[in-house]
């Protein structure tokens, strides 16, 4: 007897499409890491600024040409608050922001990389970030708190494979786990990409925005440290390669691959 595939007794298998936004372990580690450091905020207030000299980054600290300010945490300091700043956030709504973007971009980062690589990423890119503030704010006296540094690396670091047929941001994707893992283009390719320089000119356009106006957000008189943003997104832009542990195509094979079902690069 002839069998038929269309018979309802021998239903086709669907394959299970995971959903794009399910958090990876990786990030939502992160995620409860700010959430539970910002229960200092229930400390007694001198405390609670304590923890923010302390762990801030605070341009003052490598500058001795002027007002002669001792802060909290001695040389150390001067070392780990290139980092743990970025774990320091003013109120819920600045956590919520920083989130939001997290969510689409380091999703597919944290799946692609290790948890290793993800933890040790957002530590370069906030570093990095804390670099550029130091630069254009040497003489700042006003900790930097807040992961947007990271976030902003994140961003940069996902639009390399972003826009790739099948990944995440594409026409055309697989589920969460298959949409980060498509090779990446090289940054000469991507920066020869349509979309890809969309996104770089609404991202920067944005960033000079609040750098212009000097729009504030998350805190009363807090402003947005714009150069601390594009210090994390460079650094994610241009570091991504080193991290990243998927294979890259041969160029001609990756312009291929980056073709959506529209016919555009």
Same mark, same amino acid.
């Given at each position: 007897?002839?069998?038929?595939? $269309?018979?309802?007794?021998?239903?086709?298998?669907?394959?299970?499409? $995971?959903?794009?936004l399910?958090l990876?372990?990786?990030?939502?580690?992160?995620?409860l890491?700010?959430?539970?450091?910002?229960?200092?905020?229930?400390?007694?207030?001198?405390? $609670?600024?304590?923890?923010?000299?302390? /762990?801030g980054? %605070?341009?003052?600290?490598?500058?001795?040409? #002027?007002?002669? %300010?001792?802060?909290?945490g001695?040389?150390?300091?001067?070392?780990?608050? /290139?980092?743990?700043?970025?774990?320091?956030?003013?109120?819920?709504?600045?956590?919520? /922001?920083?989130?939001?973007?997290?969510?689409?971009?380091?999703?597919?980062?944290?799946?692609r990389?290790?948890a #290793?690589?993800?933890?040790?990423f957002?530590?370069?890119?906030?570093?990095?970030?804390?670099?550029?503030? #130091?630069?254009?704010? $040497?003489?700042?006296?006003?900790?930097? %708190?807040?992961?947007?540094?990271?976030?902003? +690396?994140?961003?940069?670091?996902?639009?390399? *494979?972003?826009?790739?047929?099948?990944?995440f941001?594409?026409?055309?994707?697989?589920?969460?786990?298959?949409?980060?893992?498509?090779?990446?283009?090289?940054?000469?390719?991507?920066?020869?990409?349509?979309?890809?320089?969309?996104?770089?000119?609404?991202?920067?356009?944005?960033n000079?925005?609040?750098?212009?106006?000097?729009?504030?957000?998350? +805190?009363e008189?807090?402003?947005?440290?714009?150069?601390?943003? %594009?210090?994390?997104?460079?650094?994610?832009?241009?570091? /991504?390669?080193? *991290?990243?542990?998927?294979?890259?195509?041969?160029?001609?094979?990756?312009?291929?691959?980056?073709?959506?079902?529209? +016919?555009?690069?």
């Amino acid at each position: 007897m002839d069998s038929h595939p $269309e018979s309802p007794l021998a239903p086709p298998p669907e394959a299970p499409r $995971e959903p794009i936004l399910t958090l990876p372990p990786a990030l939502t580690a992160y995620i409860l890491l700010v959430a539970a450091i910002h229960l200092r905020v229930l400390l007694p207030p001198e405390l $609670e600024n304590w923890t923010i000299d302390v /762990f801030g980054f %605070i341009p003052k600290r490598y500058d001795s040409t #002027l007002l002669d %300010i001792t802060f909290p945490g001695g040389e150390g300091a001067k070392v780990w608050t /290139f980092v743990t700043y970025s774990l320091l956030h003013a109120n819920l709504t600045h956590i919520g /922001f920083n989130v939001l973007w997290l969510l689409p971009f380091g999703s597919a980062l944290a799946r692609r990389f290790d948890a #290793l690589r993800f933890f040790v990423f957002m530590a370069v890119t906030a570093a990095a970030g804390a670099l550029a503030h #130091l630069l254009t704010h $040497e003489h700042a006296i006003a900790p930097m %708190i807040g992961a947007s540094a990271s976030v902003s +690396g994140t961003m940069a670091a996902a639009i390399r *494979f972003a826009f790739v047929k099948g990944s995440f941001l594409s026409f055309s994707r697989g589920d969460a786990e298959a949409a980060a893992k498509v090779p990446a283009l090289s940054l000469w390719r991507a920066l020869r990409n349509g979309r890809v320089l969309a996104f770089l000119a609404i991202w920067f356009g944005v960033n000079i925005l609040f750098g212009a106006t000097s729009l504030s957000l998350g +805190g009363e008189g807090a402003s947005v440290a714009w150069q601390a943003h %594009i210090g994390g997104f460079l650094a994610g832009l241009l570091l /991504f390669s080193l *991290f990243d542990p998927v294979p890259r195509t041969r160029d001609d094979a990756a312009d291929a691959s980056s073709v959506d079902q529209s +016919g555009r690069v």
